[in-house]
């Protein structure tokens, strides 16, 4: 079963207005956290955001937010006045506990969205 | 400054022959990963290592072997066995293993063409 679901594979969005990119995820764990990672055309991966099951308040970072809908297995990245260095792929990613070792042994990564901020 | 560190950034390989990822990191960080990447996809976990001298199996091990002999340093070789290796190598790390919260780092990434 897909555990992490992005289901635009590509957005496009006018310079300065918000933007959301969509990601459900699925798990039977209680206890487990949310990314969102960026990847420039360069290839590295660049931590945005993330969000923690347990927290209470939605998660911010500056131009950056999670809309975290917990029942809805659903963490939407919302980019506010986008700007054109905000063009990337955007990623989300969950981490869960491993049934053998107890561990958090990996990020499950979506295929991704595509963003392209036009002037 | 602390980061990860991966070499070469771009690497050719001609069928049937071994060729080894460098990554290094500087950020004390006790667990490493390597992940690859295909065009339009995500990221796919091939091997990880929560402490020296100890590694896993990701995902997609197959073809793939790693070693962790300093904390610093966890090379990736990509074997002959490997069937279709051209992509794009990506290293993480992160403080250790146990927490969910704990963000990866990730290093530049190399871009592996077998010709």
């Known amino acids: 079963a897909q555990k992490i679901t992005q289901t635009q594979p590509g957005m496009f969005v006018q310079e300065k207005e918000a933007v959301t990119l969509d990601c459900t995820y699925d798990?039977?764990?209680?206890?487990?956290?949310l990314f969102w990672y960026k990847q420039p055309s360069s290839g590295e991966m660049i931590f945005l955001i993330y969000q923690g099951s347990y927290d209470e308040q939605n998660a911010t970072e500056g131009r950056y937010s999670l809309n975290f809908q917990k029942a809805r297995k659903s963490a939407n990245l919302v980019i506010s006045a986008s700007q054109l260095g905000d063009s990337a792929m955007y990623f989300c990613a969950m981490r869960e506990r491993a049934f053998f070792s107890g561990g958090y042994n990996k990020l499950i990564f979506g295929a991704g969205t595509r963003l392209a901020v036009h002037p | 400054d602390g980061g990860i560190t991966q070499s070469p950034k771009y690497l050719f390989r001609k069928e049937g022959q071994n060729v080894t990822l460098s990554c290094e990191q500087n950020?004390?960080?006790?667990?490493m990963y390597w992940y690859r990447q295909d065009p339009g996809q995500g990221l796919r976990l091939i091997y990880y290592?929560?402490?020296?001298?100890?590694?896993q199996k990701g995902d997609i091990a197959e073809g793939y072997s790693v070693s962790r002999e300093k904390k610093e340093s966890f090379p990736l070789t990509v074997t002959s066995a490997q069937k279709n290796p051209t992509a794009f190598y990506l290293c993480?790390?992160?403080?250790?293993?146990?927490?969910?919260?704990?963000?990866?780092?990730f290093g530049p990434g190399t871009r592996l063409t077998v010709l």
């Open positions: 950020l004390n960080h006790d667990a």
């Open positions: 798990t039977s764990d209680q206890s487990y956290g």
């Open positions: 290592s929560q402490i020296v001298n100890d590694f």
């Open positions: 993480a790390s992160s403080i250790e293993y146990e927490s969910s919260y704990n963000e990866q780092f």
